[in-house]
C-alpha cells in the first residue's frame, strides 16, 4: 500500500507570496493532520480534517488555512508569507482520526521563504 | 496541560552499544497514548510504536524496546546493539483528545538526535 505522498517536496518563496501544499493519504485513511516543524518551535500540530471538515485546529494565524477534498486529499495553503513560515510541513494520514487510530507521515514539504 | 519532555537532546554512541532515550510527559487525562515516531535525515516521520494508558506491559520488538511506568510519567525507548542505521532523530509523542471519539492531536517532545558511530 504507497503511503502518503506530499508535494512538492520542496518550495522557495518570497515575503509576502502565498502558497499552497499537497497532501494525498494512504488509501482508505480518511483523517489528515498537518503539523509545521521548525528548529525553534520543534513539532506543532496546525488542523486536522476529517471527511471535508475541519475538526481541530492549532494555535497558528489565519494566514495558515487548509481543506480537504472527497477523495480525502488535502491542501495546506499560507498566505502572506513571512520568514518565519520557513519551515518542513509534515502531513499525516489516519483511518478516522480517533484516539485509537495512528498518524503515519508523509516526507513533509520543506518550504524556504526569502 | 500535555507536556512532553526529552531531556536528552543528542546522544552519541559507538556503534554495538546499548542507549535509552527518555521521555516523560505530562497530562490530565485518564486515557491516552504514547507514541515513538523515528525521522531520519530524509525527513518523513517513521512510527515506531503507540502505547495506551492502560497498559503498561514493556514491548520488545526485535532491538527495540519500551519501557512505560506511569507512575514515573515516562515511555523509555532503548536500542540493543545499536547500528549506524539507528542514526535519527527520535521523538516521543502523546495524543491529546477530548473524548474518544473526536479527533486527537500529537504533542511531540523536542527529540533526541542520536549518533551512532561505527
Known amino acids: 500500500k504507497a503511503g502518503v505522498t506530499q508535494t512538492p517536496r520542496y518550495l522557495i518563496k518570497t515575503r509576502g507570496q502565498q502558497v499552497t501544499l499537497s497532501c494525498s493519504p494512504i488509501?482508505?485513511?480518511?483523517?489528515v493532520s498537518w503539523y509545521q516543524q521548525t528548529p525553534g518551535q520543534g513539532l506543532q500540530f496546525l488542523f486536522e480534517?476529517?471527511?471535508?471538515?475541519?475538526?481541530n485546529k492549532g494555535n497558528f494565524p489565519g494566514r495558515f488555512s487548509g481543506r480537504q477534498f472527497s477523495n480525502s486529499r488535502s491542501e495546506m495553503n499560507v498566505s502572506t508569507l513571512e520568514l518565519g513560515d520557513s519551515a518542513l510541513y509534515l502531513c499525516?494520514?489516519?483511518?478516522?482520526?480517533?484516539?485509537?487510530?495512528?498518524?503515519?507521515f508523509g516526507p513533509g514539504t520543506r518550504l524556504t521563504v526569502l | 496541560a500535555q507536556k512532553v519532555t526529552q531531556a536528552q537532546t543528542e546522544i552519541s554512541v559507538v556503534e554495538k552499544e546499548d542507549v535509552t532515550l527518555d521521555c516523560v510527559y505530562e497530562?490530565?487525562?485518564?486515557?491516552?497514548?504514547l507514541f515513538w515516531y523515528k525521522q531520519p535525515p530524509s525527513g518523513e516521520l517513521v512510527f515506531l510504536i503507540r502505547?495506551?494508558?492502560?497498559?503498561?506491559q514493556n514491548e520488545i520488538s526485535g532491538r527495540y524496546s519500551w519501557n512505560f511506568q506511569k507512575s514515573t510519567s515516562s515511555f523509555n525507548f532503548t536500542i540493543t546493539a545499536s547500528q549506524v542505521v539507528d542514526s535519527a532523530v527520535y521523538f516521543c509523542?502523546?495524543?491529546?483528545?477530548?473524548?474518544?471519539?473526536?479527533?486527537?492531536?500529537?504533542?511531540f517532545g523536542s527529540g533526541t538526535r542520536l549518533l551512532v558511530r561505527p
Open positions: 499525516a494520514s489516519s483511518l478516522r482520526g480517533g484516539h485509537t487510530d495512528t498518524q503515519y
Open positions: 497530562t490530565r487525562d485518564t486515557t491516552y497514548y
Open positions: 509523542a502523546l495524543s491529546e483528545a477530548h473524548d474518544m471519539d473526536s479527533s486527537y492531536k500529537l504533542i
Open positions: 480534517y476529517f471527511s471535508e471538515t475541519q475538526r
Open positions: 488509501s482508505g485513511h480518511r483523517s
Open positions: 502505547r495506551n494508558s492502560f497498559d503498561e
